[in-house]
């Protein structure tokens, strides 16, 4: 197991959620993985993207060091959810606050048949919102798995 396998399945599941039940995510725009876009005023506005988008990246990742061997580490992965409406700022919240919602009903306690802890939600934290039209949330999860390393 590695983080990269997670982050593969995370996107797989928001691109189409396989749970009963799941809100339809069709709506969104763009999934990916986040490579550095920046999310000020001026970066959204030569931002190629089509809105509504999510990303996604493996934000932080502790080990914790078992025995001689075996390791247990614990990532937290952030979503971004990124959200346009050109009617206005009030508009564009309430857009990304359908992202947040749905994104946390589609990974919230999910394993993908991965051996790995269930994704726990950590944290929904304001990014980014303008004074005209777009706002964007992070949703922070983290889950654990262990990975041995033979030393020679």
Known sequence: M?????????LTELRTPTLPGAPDMSYIA??????GQQFGEADLQVLAVSFPAVFVIMSDMPAEKQDNINYVFR???????????????????QDAYKIVKDVMAV????????????????????VYI???????????FQTSFEKSYIGG
């Open 2 to 10: 590695d983080f990269e396998t997670i982050e593969d399945a995370i």
């Open 30 to 35: 763009t999934c990916e993985r986040y490579a």
């Open 75 to 93: 990532p937290s992965f952030r979503i971004l959810a990124a959200a346009e409406n050109l009617r206005g700022r009030d508009e564009a919240k």
């Open 107 to 126: 990974l919230t306690n999910r394993k993908f048949g991965l051996d790995i802890e269930d994704l726990t939600l950590t944290r929904v934290v304001l």
């Open 130 to 140: 303008d004074n005209v039209c777009r706002a964007v949330y992070g949703i922070e």
